[in-house]
Protein backbone atom coordinates (compact mmCIF):
# COMPACT_ATOMS: atom_id res chain seq x y z
CA UNK A 1 0.00 0.00 0.00
CA UNK A 2 3.13 2.46 0.45
CA UNK A 3 3.67 2.86 -3.08
CA UNK A 4 1.05 3.41 -5.19
CA UNK A 5 -2.98 2.92 -5.02
CA UNK A 6 -5.79 3.69 -2.33
CA UNK A 7 -8.14 0.98 -3.95
CA UNK A 8 -12.11 1.49 -3.35
CA UNK A 9 -13.57 -1.23 -0.61
CA UNK A 10 -17.22 -1.79 -0.42
CA UNK A 11 -19.31 -0.07 2.15
CA UNK A 12 -18.97 -2.66 5.53
CA UNK A 13 -16.70 -5.20 3.61
CA UNK A 14 -13.43 -3.18 5.00
CA UNK A 15 -13.26 -3.98 8.20
CA UNK A 16 -14.88 -7.38 7.94
CA UNK A 17 -13.15 -11.11 7.44
CA UNK A 18 -13.96 -12.62 3.46
CA UNK A 19 -13.69 -16.74 4.29
CA UNK A 20 -14.91 -19.25 2.85
CA UNK A 21 -18.26 -20.35 1.84
CA UNK A 22 -17.38 -23.84 3.47
CA UNK A 23 -18.86 -24.59 7.12
CA UNK A 24 -16.39 -24.02 10.04
CA UNK A 25 -15.49 -27.32 11.31
CA UNK A 26 -13.97 -27.48 14.57
CA UNK A 27 -10.78 -29.43 13.47
CA UNK A 28 -10.19 -27.02 11.51
CA UNK A 29 -7.39 -25.04 12.06
CA UNK A 30 -7.67 -21.44 11.19
CA UNK A 31 -5.35 -18.83 8.88
CA UNK A 32 -5.58 -15.34 9.22
CA UNK A 33 -4.66 -13.51 6.73
CA UNK A 34 -4.45 -9.25 6.75
CA UNK A 35 -5.09 -7.40 3.62
CA UNK A 36 -4.84 -3.97 2.41
CA UNK A 37 -8.36 -2.35 0.81
CA UNK A 38 -10.21 -4.17 -2.51
CA UNK A 39 -12.80 -3.04 -4.45
CA UNK A 40 -16.28 -5.56 -4.11
CA UNK A 41 -15.20 -6.92 -7.49
CA UNK A 42 -11.39 -8.19 -6.70
CA UNK A 43 -12.95 -9.10 -2.68
CA UNK A 44 -15.04 -11.46 -4.67
CA UNK A 45 -12.01 -12.53 -7.15
CA UNK A 46 -9.36 -13.37 -3.64
CA UNK A 47 -12.88 -15.17 -2.66
CA UNK A 48 -13.20 -17.62 -5.81
CA UNK A 49 -9.66 -18.05 -6.83
CA UNK A 50 -7.87 -17.91 -3.32
CA UNK A 51 -9.78 -18.26 -0.16
CA UNK A 52 -12.51 -21.04 -1.35
CA UNK A 53 -10.21 -22.87 -3.34
CA UNK A 54 -7.24 -23.38 -1.62
CA UNK A 55 -9.72 -24.29 1.54
CA UNK A 56 -11.38 -27.11 -0.75
CA UNK A 57 -7.84 -28.45 -1.13
CA UNK A 58 -6.92 -28.37 2.44
CA UNK A 59 -9.78 -29.56 4.48
CA UNK A 60 -7.89 -29.01 8.17
CA UNK A 61 -7.46 -25.74 7.48
CA UNK A 62 -9.28 -22.41 7.05
CA UNK A 63 -8.14 -19.32 5.18
CA UNK A 64 -10.20 -15.92 5.82
CA UNK A 65 -9.11 -12.79 4.49
CA UNK A 66 -9.58 -9.90 6.85
CA UNK A 67 -10.02 -6.23 4.83
CA UNK A 68 -8.10 -3.41 6.78
CA UNK A 69 -8.09 -0.79 4.20
CA UNK A 70 -5.67 2.25 4.76
CA UNK A 71 -5.40 1.57 7.98
CA UNK A 72 -3.33 -1.83 7.48
CA UNK A 73 0.16 -0.77 8.48
CA UNK A 74 -0.64 1.16 11.43
CA UNK A 75 -2.79 -1.63 12.50
CA UNK A 76 -0.51 -4.65 11.97
CA UNK A 77 2.49 -2.58 13.48
CA UNK A 78 0.67 -2.22 16.63
CA UNK A 79 -0.36 -5.77 16.44
CA UNK A 80 2.94 -6.99 15.71
CA UNK A 81 4.21 -4.72 19.13
CA UNK A 82 2.38 -6.89 20.83
CA UNK A 83 3.03 -10.26 20.26
CA UNK A 84 -0.52 -10.53 18.26
CA UNK A 85 -1.34 -10.01 14.45
CA UNK A 86 -2.18 -12.39 11.73
CA UNK A 87 -0.63 -15.24 10.26
CA UNK A 88 0.14 -14.33 7.27
CA UNK A 89 1.66 -10.60 6.85
CA UNK A 90 0.99 -8.19 4.25
CA UNK A 91 3.83 -5.60 4.13
CA UNK A 92 3.48 -2.64 2.09
CA UNK A 93 7.68 -3.62 0.54
CA UNK A 94 11.34 -4.54 1.71
CA UNK A 95 11.71 -1.14 4.19
CA UNK A 96 9.08 -2.61 6.19
CA UNK A 97 10.59 -6.65 6.21
CA UNK A 98 13.86 -5.14 7.58
CA UNK A 99 12.32 -3.03 10.54
CA UNK A 100 10.53 -6.16 11.37
CA UNK A 101 12.23 -9.04 10.72
CA UNK A 102 15.16 -6.90 13.17
CA UNK A 103 12.82 -6.98 15.98
CA UNK A 104 12.04 -10.38 15.28
CA UNK A 105 8.62 -10.48 14.35
CA UNK A 106 9.06 -12.13 11.27
CA UNK A 107 9.27 -15.76 11.06
CA UNK A 108 12.04 -17.13 8.94
CA UNK A 109 11.23 -18.75 5.56
CA UNK A 110 14.15 -20.88 4.24
CA UNK A 111 13.10 -23.97 5.80
CA UNK A 112 9.46 -23.34 3.99
CA UNK A 113 11.85 -22.39 0.70
CA UNK A 114 13.74 -25.62 0.94
CA UNK A 115 10.20 -27.72 1.58
CA UNK A 116 8.29 -26.59 -1.24
CA UNK A 117 11.21 -25.78 -3.72
CA UNK A 118 10.84 -21.69 -3.91
CA UNK A 119 14.67 -21.47 -4.43
CA UNK A 120 14.28 -22.75 -7.81
CA UNK A 121 10.43 -21.53 -8.59
CA UNK A 122 11.33 -18.00 -7.88
CA UNK A 123 13.19 -15.23 -9.52
CA UNK A 124 16.56 -14.71 -7.70
CA UNK A 125 16.76 -10.99 -7.20
CA UNK A 126 13.30 -10.90 -5.55
CA UNK A 127 14.14 -13.89 -2.85
CA UNK A 128 17.24 -11.74 -2.40
CA UNK A 129 15.32 -8.80 -1.47
CA UNK A 130 13.16 -10.65 1.11
CA UNK A 131 16.30 -11.58 3.15
CA UNK A 132 17.95 -9.98 6.37
CA UNK A 133 20.86 -10.96 7.67
CA UNK A 134 21.06 -13.69 5.19
CA UNK A 135 17.92 -15.17 6.15
CA UNK A 136 14.56 -15.04 3.78
CA UNK A 137 11.72 -12.85 5.44
CA UNK A 138 9.38 -12.73 2.79
CA UNK A 139 8.34 -12.88 -0.41
CA UNK A 140 7.16 -10.45 -2.93
CA UNK A 141 3.78 -10.30 -3.50
CA UNK A 142 4.04 -8.18 -7.09
CA UNK A 143 6.71 -6.56 -8.79
CA UNK A 144 6.23 -3.48 -10.55
CA UNK A 145 7.72 -0.71 -12.48
CA UNK A 146 7.48 3.04 -13.49
CA UNK A 147 6.95 4.41 -16.56
CA UNK A 148 4.91 6.78 -18.92
CA UNK A 149 0.95 6.32 -19.95
CA UNK A 150 -0.26 8.31 -22.40
CA UNK A 151 -3.47 8.49 -24.74
CA UNK A 152 -2.56 7.00 -28.51
CA UNK A 153 -5.56 8.18 -29.40
CA UNK A 154 -4.84 11.68 -28.59
CA UNK A 155 -0.85 11.88 -29.84
CA UNK A 156 -2.06 10.38 -32.97
CA UNK A 157 -5.22 13.16 -33.36
CA UNK A 158 -2.07 16.09 -33.21
CA UNK A 159 0.53 13.62 -34.55
CA UNK A 160 2.66 13.68 -31.37
CA UNK A 161 5.47 10.98 -31.25
CA UNK A 162 6.15 9.02 -27.74
CA UNK A 163 9.02 10.86 -25.98
CA UNK A 164 12.37 8.87 -26.32
CA UNK A 165 14.89 11.62 -24.48
CA UNK A 166 14.07 14.25 -21.86
CA UNK A 167 15.00 17.32 -24.33
CA UNK A 168 11.33 15.27 -26.88
CA UNK A 169 9.45 15.11 -23.03
CA UNK A 170 10.04 18.55 -21.96
CA UNK A 171 8.93 19.83 -25.55
CA UNK A 172 6.10 17.36 -25.65
CA UNK A 173 5.22 19.18 -22.29
CA UNK A 174 5.33 22.77 -23.13
CA UNK A 175 3.27 22.05 -26.63
CA UNK A 176 0.62 20.00 -24.66
CA UNK A 177 0.37 23.26 -22.20
CA UNK A 178 0.12 25.43 -25.59
CA UNK A 179 -3.20 23.42 -26.43
CA UNK A 180 -4.29 23.88 -23.31
CA UNK A 181 -3.54 20.37 -22.04
CA UNK A 182 -2.39 19.53 -18.52
CA UNK A 183 1.19 17.52 -19.02
CA UNK A 184 0.62 15.02 -16.20
CA UNK A 185 -1.98 13.18 -14.83
CA UNK A 186 -1.01 13.51 -11.27
CA UNK A 187 -2.96 13.77 -7.91
CA UNK A 188 -2.09 12.81 -4.13
CA UNK A 189 -5.27 13.70 -2.63
CA UNK A 190 -5.55 10.20 -1.54
CA UNK A 191 -2.08 9.08 -1.13
CA UNK A 192 0.34 11.55 -0.15
CA UNK A 193 3.81 8.83 -0.90
CA UNK A 194 2.80 9.48 -4.82
CA UNK A 195 5.34 12.23 -4.45
CA UNK A 196 8.18 9.67 -4.36
CA UNK A 197 6.73 8.20 -7.48
CA UNK A 198 8.31 11.32 -9.46
CA UNK A 199 11.01 11.71 -7.50
CA UNK A 200 12.26 7.57 -7.87
CA UNK A 201 11.36 8.56 -11.91
CA UNK A 202 14.01 11.54 -11.61
CA UNK A 203 16.84 9.53 -9.62
CA UNK A 204 16.28 6.72 -12.42
CA UNK A 205 16.04 8.68 -15.33
CA UNK A 206 18.53 12.17 -14.65
CA UNK A 207 21.13 10.65 -11.96
CA UNK A 208 20.70 7.04 -13.41
CA UNK A 209 20.20 3.31 -12.03
CA UNK A 210 24.83 3.45 -11.72
CA UNK A 211 24.05 5.99 -9.11
CA UNK A 212 21.07 5.18 -7.27
CA UNK A 213 22.94 2.01 -6.53
CA UNK A 214 26.18 3.69 -5.16
CA UNK A 215 24.00 5.92 -3.40
CA UNK A 216 22.05 3.06 -1.65
CA UNK A 217 25.02 1.04 -0.98
CA UNK A 218 26.69 4.23 0.77
CA UNK A 219 29.63 4.92 -2.26
CA UNK A 220 28.30 8.48 -2.67
CA UNK A 221 25.72 10.44 -0.99
CA UNK A 222 22.48 11.38 -1.75
CA UNK A 223 23.85 15.24 -1.78
CA UNK A 224 25.86 14.26 -5.07
CA UNK A 225 25.68 16.83 -7.38
CA UNK A 226 23.60 13.85 -9.96
CA UNK A 227 20.61 14.21 -7.44
CA UNK A 228 20.25 17.97 -6.82
CA UNK A 229 19.93 17.93 -10.71
CA UNK A 230 17.41 15.31 -10.53
CA UNK A 231 15.27 17.47 -7.72
CA UNK A 232 16.10 20.92 -9.62
CA UNK A 233 14.31 19.18 -12.45
CA UNK A 234 11.91 18.02 -11.19
CA UNK A 235 11.07 21.16 -9.35
CA UNK A 236 11.17 22.97 -12.80
CA UNK A 237 8.42 20.55 -14.13
CA UNK A 238 6.41 21.51 -11.02
CA UNK A 239 7.41 25.01 -11.98
CA UNK A 240 6.00 25.39 -15.87
CA UNK A 241 2.94 23.67 -14.25
CA UNK A 242 3.15 20.32 -15.73
CA UNK A 243 1.25 19.19 -12.43
CA UNK A 244 -1.42 20.89 -13.18
CA UNK A 245 -3.49 23.41 -10.46
CA UNK A 246 -5.17 20.39 -8.86
CA UNK A 247 -2.48 17.94 -7.71
CA UNK A 248 -3.49 18.12 -3.96
CA UNK A 249 -7.24 17.85 -4.36
CA UNK A 250 -6.93 14.58 -7.58
CA UNK A 251 -6.93 11.41 -6.46
CA UNK A 252 -4.83 8.99 -7.98
CA UNK A 253 -7.67 7.72 -10.09
CA UNK A 254 -9.21 10.98 -10.97
CA UNK A 255 -5.47 11.70 -12.36
CA UNK A 256 -5.57 8.83 -13.97
CA UNK A 257 -8.72 9.45 -15.84
CA UNK A 258 -7.81 12.16 -16.97
CA UNK A 259 -5.43 10.87 -19.47
CA UNK A 260 -8.44 8.63 -20.90
CA UNK A 261 -10.36 11.93 -21.33
CA UNK A 262 -7.36 14.30 -23.20
CA UNK A 263 -7.51 16.57 -20.06
CA UNK A 264 -3.58 15.50 -19.62
CA UNK A 265 -1.91 14.13 -21.67
CA UNK A 266 0.47 11.97 -19.99
CA UNK A 267 1.00 9.85 -16.64
CA UNK A 268 4.26 9.42 -15.24
CA UNK A 269 3.62 6.94 -13.07
CA UNK A 270 3.13 2.61 -11.83
CA UNK A 271 2.27 -0.36 -13.86
CA UNK A 272 -0.82 -0.98 -11.59
CA UNK A 273 -2.53 1.46 -12.98
CA UNK A 274 -3.29 -0.94 -15.49
CA UNK A 275 -6.19 -2.21 -13.41
CA UNK A 276 -7.59 1.31 -14.75
CA UNK A 277 -7.22 0.75 -18.16
CA UNK A 278 -11.02 -1.12 -18.43
CA UNK A 279 -12.93 1.70 -16.26
CA UNK A 280 -11.87 4.41 -18.21
CA UNK A 281 -10.27 4.31 -21.73
CA UNK A 282 -13.18 2.16 -23.01
CA UNK A 283 -15.64 4.80 -22.25
CA UNK A 284 -13.61 7.71 -24.05
CA UNK A 285 -13.19 5.77 -27.02
CA UNK A 286 -9.48 5.89 -26.35
CA UNK A 287 -6.19 3.84 -26.92
CA UNK A 288 -3.89 3.46 -24.08
CA UNK A 289 0.04 2.82 -24.44
CA UNK A 290 2.62 2.88 -21.90
CA UNK A 291 6.42 3.12 -22.65
CA UNK A 292 9.52 3.38 -20.04
CA UNK A 293 10.66 6.08 -19.02
CA UNK A 294 12.60 8.22 -20.85
CA UNK A 295 16.60 9.07 -19.52
CA UNK A 296 18.89 11.97 -19.62
CA UNK A 297 20.98 9.47 -21.95
CA UNK A 298 18.07 8.15 -24.20
CA UNK A 299 17.42 4.41 -23.35
CA UNK A 300 14.13 4.14 -21.37
CA UNK A 301 14.58 3.03 -17.63
CA UNK A 302 12.67 0.22 -15.65
CA UNK A 303 12.61 1.37 -12.51
CA UNK A 304 12.47 -2.05 -9.94
CA UNK A 305 9.59 -1.54 -7.38
CA UNK A 306 8.10 -4.62 -5.10
CA UNK A 307 4.34 -3.33 -4.90
CA UNK A 308 3.91 -5.29 -1.44
CA UNK A 309 5.34 -8.81 0.59
CA UNK A 310 4.06 -11.42 2.08
CA UNK A 311 5.44 -13.22 5.11
CA UNK A 312 5.01 -15.44 8.22
CA UNK A 313 4.43 -13.75 11.69
CA UNK A 314 7.14 -15.09 14.08
CA UNK A 315 4.11 -15.26 16.71
CA UNK A 316 1.70 -17.17 14.07
CA UNK A 317 -0.86 -19.58 15.61
CA UNK A 318 -0.96 -21.45 12.34
CA UNK A 319 2.78 -20.78 10.95
CA UNK A 320 2.38 -23.91 8.44
CA UNK A 321 -0.98 -23.37 7.47
CA UNK A 322 0.12 -19.76 6.26
CA UNK A 323 3.51 -21.23 4.40
CA UNK A 324 0.90 -23.74 2.56
CA UNK A 325 -1.11 -20.28 1.44
CA UNK A 326 2.03 -18.82 0.55
CA UNK A 327 2.61 -21.86 -1.44
CA UNK A 328 -0.86 -21.74 -3.05
CA UNK A 329 -0.06 -18.34 -4.35
CA UNK A 330 3.10 -18.74 -5.67
CA UNK A 331 2.47 -20.71 -8.75
CA UNK A 332 1.42 -21.05 -12.81
CA UNK A 333 -2.93 -21.66 -12.31
CA UNK A 334 -2.87 -18.97 -9.38
CA UNK A 335 -0.36 -16.50 -11.72
CA UNK A 336 -2.96 -17.51 -14.84
CA UNK A 337 -6.40 -16.58 -13.04
CA UNK A 338 -4.99 -13.94 -10.74
CA UNK A 339 -3.60 -12.01 -13.61
CA UNK A 340 -6.29 -12.48 -16.06
CA UNK A 341 -9.43 -10.89 -13.73
CA UNK A 342 -6.74 -8.52 -11.84
CA UNK A 343 -3.80 -6.66 -13.40
CA UNK A 344 -1.23 -4.52 -11.90
CA UNK A 345 -1.47 -6.49 -8.43
CA UNK A 346 -0.10 -9.87 -8.48
CA UNK A 347 2.48 -10.11 -11.30
CA UNK A 348 4.37 -12.53 -8.89
CA UNK A 349 8.38 -12.99 -9.45
CA UNK A 350 8.07 -16.75 -10.85
CA UNK A 351 11.20 -17.58 -12.80
CA UNK A 352 9.32 -19.28 -15.37
CA UNK A 353 6.16 -17.86 -17.16
CA UNK A 354 6.04 -20.77 -19.91
CA UNK A 355 2.82 -22.10 -18.37
CA UNK A 356 1.02 -19.18 -17.46
CA UNK A 357 -1.91 -18.59 -19.86
CA UNK A 358 -3.82 -15.49 -19.36
CA UNK A 359 -7.31 -14.93 -20.37
CA UNK A 360 -7.83 -13.12 -23.99
CA UNK A 361 -9.31 -10.19 -22.53
CA UNK A 362 -6.10 -9.12 -20.84
CA UNK A 363 -4.56 -6.37 -22.52
CA UNK A 364 -1.85 -7.44 -25.07
CA UNK A 365 -0.25 -3.92 -23.76
CA UNK A 366 -0.06 -5.15 -20.04
CA UNK A 367 1.45 -8.65 -21.27
CA UNK A 368 4.22 -6.75 -23.02
CA UNK A 369 5.18 -4.77 -20.60
CA UNK A 370 5.83 -7.70 -18.30
CA UNK A 371 7.71 -9.29 -20.40
CA UNK A 372 10.14 -5.67 -21.21
CA UNK A 373 10.23 -5.19 -17.30
CA UNK A 374 10.92 -9.43 -16.63
CA UNK A 375 13.92 -8.75 -19.61
CA UNK A 376 15.18 -5.52 -17.97
CA UNK A 377 15.15 -7.59 -14.78
CA UNK A 378 17.43 -10.57 -16.01
CA UNK A 379 19.60 -8.55 -18.21
CA UNK A 380 20.40 -6.46 -14.88
CA UNK A 381 19.53 -3.16 -16.47
CA UNK A 382 17.15 -2.12 -14.03
CA UNK A 383 16.27 0.95 -11.72
CA UNK A 384 15.74 1.02 -7.97
CA UNK A 385 11.96 2.73 -6.82
CA UNK A 386 12.47 5.16 -3.25
CA UNK A 387 9.75 2.65 -1.82
CA UNK A 388 11.49 -0.66 -2.17
CA UNK A 389 14.88 0.37 -1.75
CA UNK A 390 15.17 2.94 1.08
CA UNK A 391 14.54 2.27 4.33
CA UNK A 392 11.41 3.24 6.73
CA UNK A 393 12.30 6.83 8.18
CA UNK A 394 14.14 8.10 5.18
CA UNK A 395 11.43 6.55 2.67
CA UNK A 396 8.95 9.32 5.07
CA UNK A 397 10.69 12.12 4.91
CA UNK A 398 11.44 11.78 1.08
CA UNK A 399 7.85 12.25 0.65
CA UNK A 400 6.99 15.12 2.64
CA UNK A 401 10.36 16.70 2.03
CA UNK A 402 9.81 16.63 -1.86
CA UNK A 403 6.73 18.26 -1.18
CA UNK A 404 8.62 21.14 0.55
CA UNK A 405 10.71 21.43 -2.35
CA UNK A 406 7.92 22.30 -4.82
CA UNK A 407 5.80 24.54 -2.27
CA UNK A 408 9.41 26.66 -2.50
CA UNK A 409 9.64 26.16 1.47
CA UNK A 410 12.76 24.27 1.29
CA UNK A 411 15.91 24.24 -1.55
CA UNK A 412 16.57 20.91 -3.42
CA UNK A 413 20.20 20.95 -1.76
CA UNK A 414 18.64 21.20 2.05
CA UNK A 415 15.89 18.21 1.06
CA UNK A 416 19.10 16.02 -0.07
CA UNK A 417 21.16 16.83 2.83
CA UNK A 418 18.84 16.07 5.04
CA UNK A 419 17.62 12.60 3.17
CA UNK A 420 21.27 11.52 3.54
CA UNK A 421 21.45 12.28 7.11
CA UNK A 422 18.04 10.02 7.87
CA UNK A 423 19.88 7.28 5.63
CA UNK A 424 22.98 7.13 7.29
CA UNK A 425 21.48 6.72 10.56
CA UNK A 426 18.88 3.90 9.15
CA UNK A 427 21.84 1.84 7.46
CA UNK A 428 24.08 2.39 10.15
CA UNK A 429 21.38 0.74 12.56
CA UNK A 430 20.77 -2.13 10.27
CA UNK A 431 17.21 -0.87 8.76
CA UNK A 432 18.58 -0.42 5.45
CA UNK A 433 16.51 -2.96 3.20
CA UNK A 434 19.10 -5.46 1.12
CA UNK A 435 20.69 -4.45 -2.16
CA UNK A 436 21.52 -7.20 -4.80
CA UNK A 437 24.86 -6.54 -6.28
CA UNK A 438 24.97 -4.52 -9.83
CA UNK A 439 25.30 -7.00 -12.48
Given at each position: ?45 L ?7 F ?76 R ?57 A ?5 N ?18 K ?100 K ?53 T ?20 L ?22 A ?18 A ?7
Amino acid sequence: MHRRTVLKAGLGLAALPLMSRLAFAADQKPISFWYESASPENQDNLKNILIDPFNTAHPDELLSIDFRGSDLDKQLRVAMLAGTGPDVVFTAGPSYVAAMAQAGQLLPLDDYAKKYGWNERLLPLFLDLGRYNGKLYALAKTYETLGLFYNKTLFEQNKWKVPTSLAEFDALAQEMKAKGITPFGAGNADWRPANEHYVSIAFNSIAGPENVYKALTGAIPWTDPAFVHSIDKLAEWWDKGYFGDNYFSLTLEQAFAQIATGQAGMAPTGTWNFSNIPTYFPQNNAEPGFVGFPSEKGDPIFALGIGSTLSINAKADNADGAAAVLDYMFTDDYYSKMNSVWQGEWNLPLADLSKVKLSDKVLPLYEDTMKQLASAVAAGKYGYTTWTFLPPATDTYLVSGMEEVWLKKAKPADFLKKLDDTFKQERDAGKAPAVPART
